[in-house]
């Protein structure tokens, strides 16, 4: 029998993992970490159902954490295969992985040098050292290009829109003579309207005209529906007021693709006067190579990226812009008082440099915490965003005074109507339809509307369930 096994993302948001099983082949379709609540980090350091030395393969749609953090990890369990993903995926891969295991170690050193950890020793789930081993078996595939696992198993990657270089699985098998379609679609981005989603940077896509017997959609937005209206006057008096009362700004943001996104945004406004011309740091380790990865992959811009690209240059050019990649000029940032705007990583507040910045500021009401992007429930970010009086950073208990603002329309996940709007262009019903990478209540809503739209077999993926391919 060949199945699909949710292995990860059913339940919850993060960890994305989806084996197939042919009989022949065992394929993951994404390895990605679980952040968030503990219940699930656990399983982190749990083993797969299957031994990682039987997976024949990895198909990565793109270079999130929560879609490709467990990679490193999967190689430790005994991994031998390859890695395939997209040119940009490699690129942006190359310094979310090594960065991700830098984290984890000063991690396990924080908790190894208080004690805070129930593990004697406490233990990184990988090193930095791990990542960049196992970067050696990651294959670029260009988009659009029929790839063979096995005679029987074929896929390709189309655009999926929603980071650089995300795409979609479509992957056919060749099953007692029949042929199976499937499609993994990933995170699926905004629609392509640039009015509603502004400051978007990946154009094409979601691939239009599908058609495919089994469906495997995220449900991320399945409870919320983006503000239609520009960001733009927002972001500029969110910042402005902060700045013009003395505070700082302060943005976890991811660091390539939506830091960079923000930077260009910011810096139309403080050349159009919108907002004053203070500081602006984007304090990362991987600051300047994550402006170089961005810059490289214009082939995946919208038009009106492209011209803001064209008009101000490389980021790494401003005046008043610093790239702080060590951790003494990351240290310096806390010295300095008058008001800034500080972007750091990571984007949920789960670890990084941001840390310090908010253990720094956020008791000061002065001060602004301006979320652009999605909090999975039991991050810092979620905890922060919503209203908390205080949140755990370091052990401590740090309070929370400054002020906190989200501007949802950063976001790279397209809402139910988009969705819909995308699924009306498939050219029939998916035999099976199944809702993974949501919060229960998410999918349970995207679900209804869904069904009650398009009158197509809705299901949600259960963490672990397998699903036969018939
Ligand atoms: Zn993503």
């Known amino acids: 029998m060949a199945y699909i096994q949710f292995l990860g993302a059913a339940g919850t948001v993060t960890g994305s993992k989806h084996l197939i099983n042919t009989g022949d082949l065992q394929v993951l379709i994404d390895c990605g970490m679980f952040q968030g609540k503990k219940e699930w980090r656990e399983k982190n350091w749990q083993d797969l159902p299957i031994p990682a030395r039987e997976i024949d393969a990895v198909i990565l749609t793109h270079a999130h954490l929560d879609h490709c953090g467990w990679i490193p990890r999967l190689y430790k369990e005994g991994y031998k295969g390859k890695v395939y993903c997209t040119p940009a995926t490699v690129d942006l891969c190359k310094v979310v992985l090594p960065d991700s295991g830098h984290l984890q170690e000063e991690e396990a050193d924080f908790h190894n040098k208080h004690k805070s950890s129930k593990h004697d020793p406490a233990l990184p789930l990988y090193t930095e050292e791990d990542a960049e081993e196992c970067l050696k078996n990651f294959v670029a595939v260009p988009f659009y290009t029929d790839q063979k696992l096995s005679e029987k198993f074929q896929y390709r990657f189309v655009h999926a829109a929603h980071i650089m270089g995300s795409g979609m699985v479509e992957v056919t098998l060749g099953l007692n003579g029949s042929k199976k379609r499937l499609i993994f679609t990933g995170d699926i981005g905004r629609v392509r309207d640039s009015n509603i989603a502004p400051g978007k940077v990946v154009h094409e896509g979601p691939e239009e005209g599908e058609q495919t017997d089994i469906l495997v959609m995220e449900s991320t937005y399945g409870n919320r529906e983006h503000p239609k209206t520009d960001v733009r006057p927002e972001m500029a008096r969110l910042i402005r007021e902060t700045l013009q009362r003395g505070g700082t700004v302060i943005v976890p943001a991811f660091a390539v693709e939506r830091t960079q996104k923000f930077l260009f945004l910011l810096k139309e406004m403080m050349e159009a006067g919108d907002v004053p011309n203070v500081p602006v740091h984007v304090d990362s380790p991987m600051a300047i190579k994550a402006v170089e990865i961005f810059m490289n992959h214009a082939e995946e811009f919208t038009e009106r990226a492209k011209a803001l690209v064209a008009q101000y240059g490389s980021p790494l050019k401003w005046p008043n812009f610093h790239f702080d990649c060590t951790q003494e000029d990351s240290r310096k940032i806390n010295d300095q008082k008058f008001p800034m705007v500080i972007v750091s990583s990571s984007g949920m507040v789960t670890g990084g440099r941001i840390l310090h910045h908010l253990m720094h500021r956020l008791s000061d ?106």
């Open 365 to 470: 009401p002065h001060n602004l915490v301006l979320f652009i992007g999605f909090q999975s429930p039991g991050t810092r970010g979620q905890i922060i965003k919503s209203g908390a009086k205080s949140v755990r950073i370091f052990s401590q208990d740090v309070t929370i005074r400054a002020r906190v603002a989200a501007l949802e329309q950063f976001s790279d996940h397209a809402d139910t109507p988009e969705l819909l709007q995308w699924l009306r262009t498939f050219k029939s019903a998916p035999s099976q339809t199944w809702l993974v990478h949501g919060e229960p209540d998410a999918a349970t809503k995207m679900q209804a509307a869904l069904t009650q739209e398009l009158k197509w077999n809705f299901n949600i993926a259960q963490y672990m369930q397998k699903v036969e391919i018939d």
